[in-house]
């Protein structure tokens, strides 16, 4: 680890001007926001994210779950993934997203680790975790070693030559599943940002994974009213039963009206270079049987793009079992 300068924000204008004094997001950001930690601090070890300045922001206010006027929740950026689970709103309103926070890490991190931190988690590709590796997300231009390297666990959607880096977040993919937007506060002021926009495929530039410019700090994150009649499920598939990361997982919100579907909201992880939401999936759910002969073919157009590697073949079929059983589930 390096030496940098650690600086605590008293409020949201002071972690934001802080922030502003990184470098370009191409050059690489030299002032890191810090909350939980539970990321930031083992890529700082690793001399992977190399900051100058560190930003305390556990002391903003931006740790409550709020239900709004018009029916939709406010998620504050420092709402802890065990408050978040818990929460009596989301278990009961957006059961998907407690399912996936509690199918994340380990009680402990649960306890430290953040909504905001949650959105910006790094991949865990061992390449880009391994300076001696060349990594065109950690060091643009240096290649990708994970193409012809150790390649099993990394993603078969959203790849490119430079990068298939999988995005290893089990929240964001329920998040992405429910049609979240994201609350921004900057230099520039404030914006909202849809989920689906605010993760960028790496191209040929991996190492922007966000939309967010220096000095960017998530304030919080809204989702939509609860619709009455959903059924949500999010299911993993992993090596093992605890803190292990997906090799394939599916966020489903539903609703069977008359035996057949009326609303579908899909999304996977696992097998994305970011949360992978599956407008294709969706459009062969609508108004189609309830049935698993028809989840399956949903399925098939979930991944009809996907593009495996040497080792990761086997990533297709099992996201596709993934989704149409996930299918299964929430209408069963």
Not at 11 to 23: E, P, T
Not at 100 to 117: E, K, P, W
Not at 120 to 126: E, F, I, K, M
């Amino acid at each position: 680890m390096e030496m940098f300068r650690f600086v605590k924000a008293a409020d949201v204008s002071q972690a934001i001007a802080a922030g502003a004094q990184a470098k370009t997001a191409q050059q690489g950001a030299q002032v890191r926001f810090i909350a939980g930690g539970t990321t930031l601090l083992d890529l700082m070890k690793l001399n992977v994210e190399k900051p100058g300045q560190v930003v305390d922001i556990n002391r903003l206010r931006l740790d409550k779950v709020e239900k709004l006027a018009d029916g939709r929740l406010k998620i504050g950026a420092l709402v802890r993934n065990s408050d978040l689970a818990h929460d009596p709103a989301v278990v009961k309103d957006y059961a998907v997203l407690s399912q996936a926070l509690l199918a994340g890490a380990s009680g402990q991190l649960r306890n430290m680790a953040t909504t905001g931190g949650n959105l910006l988690q790094r991949t865990r590709c061992l390449y880009f975790r391994n300076e001696a590796m060349a990594c065109n997300k950690r060091e643009p231009g240096s290649g990708c070693s994970a193409i012809e390297g150790d390649n099993r666990s990394l993603a078969i959607l959203g790849t490119s030559k430079d990068c298939i880096a999988t995005n290893p977040s089990d929240m964001n993919v329920a998040l992405a599943a429910l049609e979240a937007v994201i609350h921004i506060q900057g230099v520039k002021g404030e914006r909202a940002v849809a989920i689906a926009d605010f993760f960028l495929v790496p191209g040929s530039t991996p190492q922007r994974e966000t939309v967010l410019e220096p000095g960017d700090l998530i304030t919080h994150v809204t989702l939509p009213a609860p619709r009455a009649n959903a059924k949500q499920v999010y299911l993993k598939l992993r090596d093992r039963a605890s803190y292990e990361f997906a090799l394939s997982s599916a966020a489903v919100v539903v609703e069977v009206t008359g035996g057949k579907v009326s609303y579908a909201r899909v999304a996977l992880g696992g097998v994305g270079t970011k949360p992978w939401r599956s407008v294709e999936a969706e459009k062969v759910l609508l108004h189609g049987a309830a049935g698993e002969t028809h989840f399956r073919a949903a399925a098939e157009a979930a991944l009809k793009g996907a593009k495996a590697q040497s080792e990761n073949g086997f990533k297709v079929e099992l996201a596709k079992r993934c989704l149409t059983h996930a299918l299964v589930m929430a209408t069963g």
